[in-house]
């Protein structure tokens, strides 16, 4: 729900001042949690809603910021790449967050998610001062991609890409499949 409006803004005002925006405020979330430890169902549960609001369109922000930055012909590659990094962070991360969690209880969660956001918000404040950010008009699109998002027909589905169709697979040149 909230990929929607934060894409719509980022399309206009840039990536990277979004991604470093909805980074800070998702660590800024990630340790009111550890603030108090028994605050009202209601208030943790809006909280939850915020710090997801903020934290969802991170792939999809850094998706349409990679895009920003390479030809189409190299789409592929750089989705396969980004993929790859994020299901690196998505089994390391769990395990390291249980962790931290044996010293730290059940807060080391939101530190570490905390820490997370912030060093993502850090590193694109950097690249900030590296390299010089693309105005609204020289931006493509931003697509909303969900969470759940796998590899298998990722780039095809992405409408900025180029259509490439595929001749038949080695096997089926080779008459081992028929």
């Not at 030809?71 to 590659?77: N, S, T």
């Not at 390291?96 to 905390?114: D, E, H, K």
């Not at 850090?122 to 693309?134: G, T």
């Amino acid at each position: 729900m909230a990929q929607y409006p934060i894409g719509h803004i980022a399309d206009h005002y840039g990536r990277r001042p979004i991604i470093i925006g909805t980074m800070i405020l998702s660590s800024l979330l990630s340790i009111a949690f550890t603030i108090s430890s028994d605050m009202p169902y209601l208030v943790l549960l809006t909280l939850f809603f915020l710090l997801t609001a903020f934290s969802s369109p991170t792939y999809a922000l850094g998706v349409s910021q990679a895009t920003d930055y390479i030809e189409k012909r190299d789409f592929v590659a750089a989705s396969s790449g980004l993929l790859f990094i994020w299901g690196l962070g998505s089994s390391v991360g769990p395990f390291t967050a249980g962790l931290l969690m044996v010293p730290l209880g059940p807060n080391g969660l939101f530190q570490f998610l905390a820490a997370g956001f912030a060093v993502v918000a850090l590193f694109a404040l950097y690249r900030v001062f590296r390299r010089r950010a693309k105005s609204a008009a020289e931006q493509s699109n931003y697509v909303a991609v969900p969470v759940g998002q796998g590899a298998v027909g990722a780039p095809e589905l992405d409408p900025r890409g180029e259509a490439v169709s595929h001749g038949p697979s080695p096997a089926v040149k080779e008459g081992f499949v028929e």
